[in-house]
């Protein structure tokens, strides 16, 4: 076979990510204003990724023919280009339904055509550092205002629309094998991280950890902070772009640094970035109450997410569970979204508040254990034998 062009590999990963970002924020936008409550909205999301964990465990078992994936892409793009147009249109509901499962096909697909090309290449490519961040970005001028109901159901359409396009193109370039089956990091290949299984028992891993987990639900929580900035007079586009660029941009213009920092030094700079955020969140003013907080968890996110990119022991095993990612990621979300709906922004804050106080919690912890490893060894060492005692003088 001949040589795959160098660009093949990024643009899929673009592409991937694009479509991972656009129906994170896209059909929260669209849930929004068509569920009955925010929970529901948030429920919705939560449908999304674990159709997304279900169709990437059915599509990694092993190697897929391109035939196949060719109609799969076709007629996943088909129906969910046709389901996000008619939920704008009256369809409501049952058609985001529908869009949901096409979309969370797509994303599978997409995750495939990546790995795919990732074993076509003879050496191991460089993590997608750079790609994501540009497919993220796309996503995120794509999706615009959130609030634009008919108007984002057509944006998110076309935009789906060329991702299936431009993945067919690219899923000509891979030979079909059942070499690598099985997702490499968890839900979705190479990106979203499904910790390594005993994580929790190091507390200083936390503060990576609770940046990890709860970013992804705020996500889901995009839409309705940008109505809140719509209200004070933000453009609710500028929060969505910034979001999206303080979880990449950062990650990509320290990723050299990253790639050699030591996982404290990861959990140090999360710990920093979660802690500055909760303090922006409760002291500063609207709307920079919301928009502080977005961009710093966001980059705390990044420094989590692209910290486990270049050490295989940050990173879940290889074959691990999408679907059981996908669980774990829309459990959070749930609860998140019940948080939001019963105490508005003041819930927000409240969960900054949280995560921030858990990752300095985690390095109390961590002064616990060394304080106790201290105190071991001091107890282990020989000590000198005591004085013989002296028999008073005239005895």
């Known amino acids: 076979m001949a040589a795959l062009p160098a660009s093949t590999l990024p643009l899929s990963r673009a592409c991937a990510w694009a479509l991972l970002v656009g129906g994170w924020i896209g059909i929260g936008s669209l849930a929004l204003q068509l569920a009955p409550s925010a929970w529901l909205a948030f429920g919705l999301v939560a449908a999304w990724l674990v159709g997304l964990g279900a169709a990437a465990r059915l599509g990694t078992r092993r190697g897929m023919p391109s035939s196949v994936r060719a109609v799969a892409l076709v007629a996943a793009t088909g129906a969910t280009a046709a389901s996000l147009l008619a939920a704008v249109e009256g369809g409501g509901v049952v058609a985001l339904l529908v869009a ?3 979309w969370a096909a797509m994303t599978a697909l997409a995750s495939g055509v990546v790995r795919g090309l990732r074993l076509a290449r003879s050496t191991a490519p460089a993590p997608p550092v750079a790609a994501a961040t540009v497919g993220a970005l796309a996503a995120a001028a794509a999706i615009g205002d959130p609030g634009q109901f008919a108007a984002l159901g057509e944006r998110l359409a076309l935009f789906v629309g060329a991702g299936g396009l431009l993945l067919l193109v690219l899923q000509r370039g891979i030979v079909d094998s059942p070499r690598g089956a099985g997702c490499r990091a968890g839900l979705f290949d190479c990106s979203l991280p499904a910790w390594p299984p005993g994580a929790w028992g190091e507390p200083q891993q936390w503060p990576a950890l609770f940046a990890g987990l709860g970013m992804l639900p705020m996500m889901a929580a995009l839409p309705l902070m940008a109505e809140w900035c719509r209200a004070r007079s ?73 910290g486990q990119l270049w050490s295989p022991t940050r990173r879940a095993r290889q074959g691990a569970s999408p679907l059981r990612a996908a669980i774990g990621y829309a459990a959070c979300t749930l609860a998140y979204g019940a948080i939001v709906d019963r105490f508005g922004p003041a819930g927000i804050v409240g969960v900054h508040v949280a995560l921030a106080v858990a990752a300095s919690c985690a390095w109390v912890l961590v002064a616990i254990a060394v304080a106790a490893r201290r105190g071991a060894r001091a107890g282990d060492r020989p000590t000198a034998p005591d004085a013989p005692i002296m028999p008073p003088p005239g005895a």
């Open 100 to 102: 949901i499962v096409g």
């Open 234 to 306: 933000v453009p609710p586009q500028a929060l969505v772009v910034l979001h999206v660029a303080s979880m990449f941009v950062p990650a990509l213009l320290a990723r050299r640094a990253i790639a050699v920092a030591t996982p404290r030094a990861l959990a140090v700079a999360c710990t920093v970035l979660l802690v500055a955020g909760a303090a922006c969140a409760v002291r500063w003013a609207a709307p920079f109450d919301l928009l502080a907080p977005a961009a710093l968890q966001g980059a705390a996110w990044g420094m989590a997410w692209s």
